[in-house]
Nanobody
């Protein structure tokens, strides 16, 4: 069984920064890609960012490109989401997730992920 435990998040003013962390238990961090998604009230869960096992490729939603950075430390079984220049529209519950298969390709799709973190609230005030 895989457990993803998230930390970070909270309340920040517009223009501020936050960093989210997600640590996986066991040997099941590798060689899977990892992603971050978010869900605002009344909206569907949406893709934010993803990173391949080696970290050589990263993917971002257009809405966060240039502001958010995804990274991973495989020695620590941890993936990070550094969020800068935050906007009120970034307010949501953020989830980390692990892909269903080691060769999953459609990393922007919720369906490609089978294990999810518990979610953490990010609130950006204007």
């Amino acid at each position: 069984q895989v457990q993803l435990v998230q930390s970070g998040g909270g309340l920040v003013q517009a223009g501020g920064s936050l960093r989210l962390s997600c640590t996986a238990s066991g040997r099941t961090f590798r060689p899977y890609s990892m992603g971050w998604f978010r869900q605002a009230p009344g909206k569907e869960r949406e893709f934010v960012a993803a990173i391949t096992w080696s970290g050589s490729r990263t993917y971002y939603a257009d809405s966060v490109k240039g502001r958010f950075t995804i990274s991973r430390d495989n020695a620590k079984n941890t993936v990070y989401l550094q969020m800068n220049s935050l906007k009120p529209e970034d307010t949501a519950v953020y989830y980390c997730a692990r892909t269903r298969y080691s060769d999953s390709a459609a990393l922007q799709s919720v369906d490609e992920y089978d294990y999810w973190g518990q979610g953490t609230q990010v609130t950006v005030s204007s």
